[in-house]
């Protein structure tokens, strides 16, 4: 009998805690959630063919640093600009947010190696977002991306890979709203990259294949194709918040 008693008092000691960490309420998670993507008009969701029949394979980007700024942070970087140049000069830390580090990102997957994490969030609003690549993916490149296309008028399909060992800054602005970010809630923010705006206005056929028949487009080989492409990198980016998971930025 005195067994039971035990045994029974335990299993009411066991199904207590139980039930009281089931309704402790979990911390809710914080800050700045970040992903990057490539998106086509014909695909929101892993950006595999454009437009134009471009069909992409792989798409990767070395990214260094992702900063949010607010108008203020910006100002004070624009004025130590024209005092001496040095556009460190004047930062204050309480005004942007970072994701600092050697993340390769591959803008199919929506996945960063090593993953981005959660950023701290100062409640404000940030007027831009300034990205840094730099040659931290295999043989010292800051961007790679492998497609296909089938040239006018039919046949095979040529195999296409671009890439360029520049280190590449670029920025995504707001400036009607900002980007308003707000403590003690989670922000999913998402970053996207239009392939069909980073190869608008450009005429493959006018590039040289290799002996192997691909055609690579680098800053050596085809390196006038190479820098039209880079030229569109700021107005082929666009970001905003994606609470809703959806892979898409959410409406205002």
């Known amino acids: 009998m005195y067994t039971m008693k035990m045994r029974v008092l335990l299993m009411l000691i066991v199904g207590s805690l139980w039930v009281g960490g089931c309704n402790n309420d979990e911390p809710t998670a914080e800050g700045i959630k970040l992903q990057m993507k490539a998106v086509t008009s014909l695909s929101t969701i892993n950006g595999r063919t454009s437009a ?7 798409i990767l980007l070395g990214v260094r640093e992702l900063e949010f700024e607010t108008l203020e942070e910006d100002d004070m970087e624009d004025a130590a600009d024209d005092l001496d140049g040095d556009s460190d000069d004047g ?3 309480t005004e942007e947010i970072e994701f600092e580090g050697s993340y390769v ?4 997957n929506g996945t960063s190696t090593p993953d981005f994490g959660l950023a701290s969030v100062q409640p404000g609003i940030y ?3 300034e990205i840094e690549m730099g040659p931290i993916l295999e043989n010292n490149n800051s961007i790679f991306i492998a497609f296909s296309y089938i040239p006018d008028g039919g046949g095979s399909a040529v195999q296409v890979e671009f890439s360029s060992q520049e280190e590449i800054e670029f920025e995504i602005e707001d400036e009607t709203t900002g980007f308003q970010l707000d403590a003690n809630a989670l922000t999913n923010m998402l970053v996207l990259l239009d392939l069909d705006a980073l190869f608008s206005g450009i005429d493959l056929s006018t590039a040289v294949a290799d002996e192997d028949g691909v055609v690579r487009i680098n800053d050596s080989s085809n390196s006038g194709i190479t820098q039209q492409i880079l030229s569109n990198f700021e107005d082929a980016c666009d970001a905003g918040e994606d609470d809703d998971n959806d892979d898409d930025i959410d409406e205002d």
Not at 52 to 58: I, M, N, R, Y
Not at 105 to 108: E, G, K, S, T
């Open 52 to 58: 134009t029949g471009l069909e992409f394979s792989q």
């Open 91 to 93: 930062e204050d830390d």
């Open 105 to 108: 990102v591959d803008l199919i």
């Open 127 to 129: 007027e831009e977002i």
